[in-house]
Structure formats: structure tokens, C-alpha cells
């Protein structure tokens, strides 16, 4: 995948990734019984205690990526599940590789491996202490749809900032080789975006209009306060990847930027698609009634009852 840097001509954004961001993004919402929030909640929370516990940020944001990108595909199938289930660490590995490998086409190529990699050979990470900014972001709900002078259109159930975070850094790492970015700049960046939503509520663009002259310096003090939760260096790495947040100047810049406006866009986007849904895709597209022992059973079940 050619790098784009020339921003006044030419493709400003990827478009072979489309539907693997697409399909990633419902990490935000797959739950499984016994864990709680979602994929992409504790995926936020584990980057977090790994990083207080001193890991490696650059290692980190891969093996993020790598699990997040597994996961699409794999749901809750994860490592640790396999562990329960009886699976051998190789077992396991060859199968998330498998997952990924199923989503990871469009992928930049050495991106791709760097990734597979972290997959094939996992490491564990010592957690150390959570922040309370994060458990605070993943209890802090987003907006929803605002406009100034608009009522709010509210959309349920509502993601939170703990994963619209971790979505956002995973894809920033997916965008990073079109526009030539550090992907571990990018993805630290993208996890300590809204570090003031731990205490803020969001009310959205609406919120920050109404805010007024008040806006910057509510954000800057509701930050200094996040960021003092963590020591050095720690502190230091993360203030200095929030720089890339102020405009699209740098190729970072352009990647966490392109990577939130991709989220945003399609956490809306998921709502309206499952409101359009039909039964002709459910039954025919992806085979609800599948191949099985019982199918023709099945059918005639549901043409006697004339359903659907």
C-alpha cells in the first residue's frame, strides 16, 4: 500500500481498508458472559495496565492491534480462552493467526507480518495499576449525535470512551503505513484523546459550542489532571504524542485524524445498517438456517408457518 503524503492531490485516505474497518469496529460491541464490557473496553483497559507496568509503548500498539484485529473475526475466541478450553499455546496461537489472517488482506504487508507476529509468539505483559481516568472513560458514555442549536439524537445503546479509544489507536496502527505515520506515536495518542472525558461528560460539539471561551481551558485542566496519574517517563511519552492531536499538519496527525472521523462515521453507520436490515440478507446472505442435518427440516418448519 503506497504512502500518501502529497495531501493537495491524489487518495487521502486507503479505501482497499474500508471493509476490514468496518468489520473491526463492532469490537466495541460484542460482549461475552463472564468479562466484563467489551472487546474493545478491555482491550483500552489492558493497554493502559500494561503500560503503567512498563511495557515497551512501540511492542504494546502491535500486539494491541494484532489482538483487536483477531477478534473481529474471532470474537471472544481469544488466547485466554483457549487456554481454558484445553488448546496447547501453539494451538492457540495457530488459531488466532487464522482469525487474523482471515481479515488481514488489505493490510500493509510488512504491518502485516509485524502483526502476525505478535500473534504467533504472544508475550505477556506485567499490568501495573490502572489509571482512574481509564475506568472512569470506561464508564463515561459518548454523545451521540449533536449539532449546535439541534436537539440531541441519542442512539442506544451508546458506546463509551474507553472504546472509542481503543478502536481509534487500533485503526490509527492500520493507517499508519498509507500516510507514513509512527504507528506507536499514533495508537499512544489515539488512547489518551479524550483524557478529559474522564471527568467531562460528554454533550458532544453542542457542549463544547455552548462552552464557549471556556472550552480550551476546561479540556487543558481536566487533562493535566488525567495525565498526573502517571509517572515518568510514562507521562512524558503520552503528553508528547497528544502534540500530534492539534492538526493535520503531521503524518501522525493524519492518521489519528482520519482514524477518529473513520469511528465516529461508523458507529452511527452500524446503527442505521441494523435498522435496514432484511431477512432476505439474514436468510439468503448469511444463511441463518445453515447446512446442517436438520436443514430440510428446518425449512419446512418455517414454510408451514409461513415464516418469515
Same mark, same amino acid.
Given at each position: 500500500?503506497?504512502?500518501?503524503?502529497?495531501?493537495?492531490?491524489?487518495?487521502?485516505?486507503?479505501?482497499?481498508?474500508?471493509?476490514?474497518?468496518?468489520?473491526?469496529?463492532?469490537?466495541?460491541?460484542?460482549?461475552?458472559?463472564?468479562?466484563?464490557?467489551?472487546?474493545?473496553?478491555?482491550?483500552?483497559?489492558?493497554?493502559?495496565?500494561?503500560? !503503567?507496568?512498563?511495557?515497551?509503548?512501540?511492542?504494546?500498539?502491535?500486539?494491541? !492491534?494484532?489482538?483487536?484485529?483477531?477478534?473481529?473475526?474471532?470474537?471472544?475466541?481469544?488466547?485466554?480462552?483457549?487456554?481454558?478450553?484445553?488448546?496447547?499455546?501453539?494451538?492457540?496461537?495457530?488459531?488466532?493467526?487464522?482469525?487474523?489472517?482471515?481479515?488481514?488482506?488489505?493490510?500493509?504487508?510488512?504491518?502485516? @507480518?509485524?502483526?502476525?507476529?505478535?500473534?504467533?509468539?504472544?508475550?505477556?505483559? &506485567?499490568?501495573?495499576?490502572?489509571?482512574?481516568?481509564?475506568?472512569?472513560?470506561?464508564?463515561?458514555?459518548?454523545?451521540?449525535? &449533536?449539532?449546535?442549536?439541534?436537539?440531541?439524537?441519542?442512539?442506544?445503546?451508546?458506546? *463509551? =470512551?474507553? @472504546?472509542?479509544?481503543?478502536?481509534?489507536?487500533?485503526?490509527?496502527?492500520?493507517?499508519?503505513?498509507?500516510?507514513?505515520?509512527?504507528? !506507536? &506515536?499514533?495508537?499512544?495518542?489515539?488512547?489518551?484523546?479524550?483524557?478529559? *472525558?474522564?471527568?467531562?461528560?460528554?454533550?458532544?460539539?453542542?457542549?463544547?459550542?455552548?462552552?464557549?471561551?471556556?472550552?480550551?481551558?476546561?479540556?487543558?485542566?481536566?487533562? @493535566?489532571?488525567?495525565?498526573?496519574?502517571?509517572?515518568?517517563?510514562?507521562?512524558?511519552?503520552?503528553?508528547?504524542?497528544?502534540?500530534?492531536?492539534?492538526?493535520?499538519?503531521?503524518?501522525?496527525?493524519?492518521?489519528?485524524?482520519?482514524?477518529?472521523?473513520?469511528?465516529?462515521?461508523?458507529?452511527?453507520?452500524? =446503527?442505521?445498517?441494523?435498522?435496514?436490515? &432484511?431477512?432476505?440478507?439474514?436468510?439468503?446472505?448469511?444463511?441463518?438456517?445453515?447446512?446442517?442435518?436438520?436443514?430440510?427440516?428446518?425449512?419446512?418448519?418455517?414454510?408451514?408457518?409461513?415464516?418469515?
Amino acid at each position: 500500500m503506497a504512502a500518501s503524503h502529497d495531501l493537495a492531490g491524489g487518495a487521502q485516505a486507503p479505501l482497499p481498508l474500508r471493509e476490514l474497518l468496518v468489520e473491526l469496529n463492532d469490537i466495541k460491541r460484542v460482549r461475552s458472559a463472564g468479562r466484563d464490557g467489551s472487546i474493545a473496553e478491555r482491550l483500552f483497559l489492558q493497554a493502559w495496565a500494561a503500560l !503503567t507496568g512498563g511495557a515497551d509503548p512501540a511492542a504494546l500498539a502491535l500486539d494491541i !492491534t494484532a489482538k483487536a484485529l483477531a477478534a473481529s473475526r474471532l470474537g471472544d475466541l481469544d488466547a485466554a480462552f483457549l487456554a481454558v478450553a484445553g488448546l496447547s499455546p501453539g494451538q492457540a496461537s495457530d488459531v488466532l493467526v487464522r482469525g487474523f489472517d482471515e481479515v488481514a488482506g488489505p493490510l500493509d504487508p510488512v504491518l502485516a @507480518e509485524r502483526l502476525r507476529a505478535c500473534l504467533s509468539a504472544p508475550r505477556d505483559w &506485567t499490568p501495573g495499576p490502572l489509571p482512574q481516568f481509564a475506568l472512569l472513560q470506561a464508564d463515561q458514555p459518548r454523545a451521540g449525535v &449533536t449539532c449546535p442549536g439541534k436537539p440531541r439524537i441519542l442512539l442506544e445503546p451508546p458506546e *463509551n =470512551h474507553a @472504546e472509542h479509544c481503543l478502536v481509534v489507536a487500533v485503526y490509527g496502527v492500520a493507517l499508519s503505513p498509507f500516510y507514513g505515520a509512527d504507528p !506507536t &506515536t499514533v495508537f499512544v495518542a489515539a488512547l489518551a484523546h479524550h483524557l478529559h *472525558n474522564a471527568l467531562m461528560p460528554d454533550a458532544g460539539f453542542t457542549g463544547e459550542i455552548l462552552l464557549g471561551d471556556h472550552l480550551d481551558a476546561v479540556i487543558a485542566t481536566l487533562s @493535566e489532571r488525567a495525565l498526573s496519574e502517571l509517572d515518568a517517563p510514562l507521562r512524558g511519552v503520552v503528553a508528547s504524542s497528544r502534540k500530534i492531536l492539534a492538526d493535520d499538519r503531521t503524518a501522525e496527525g493524519r492518521a489519528f485524524h482520519a482514524a477518529d472521523v473513520v469511528d465516529r462515521v461508523l458507529q452511527i453507520a452500524q =446503527h442505521l445498517r441494523a435498522a435496514s436490515l &432484511t431477512m432476505d440478507t439474514v436468510l439468503g446472505e448469511m444463511a441463518l438456517v445453515h447446512d446442517g442435518p436438520v436443514k430440510g427440516f428446518h425449512d419446512r418448519v418455517l414454510a408451514d408457518m409461513r415464516l418469515p
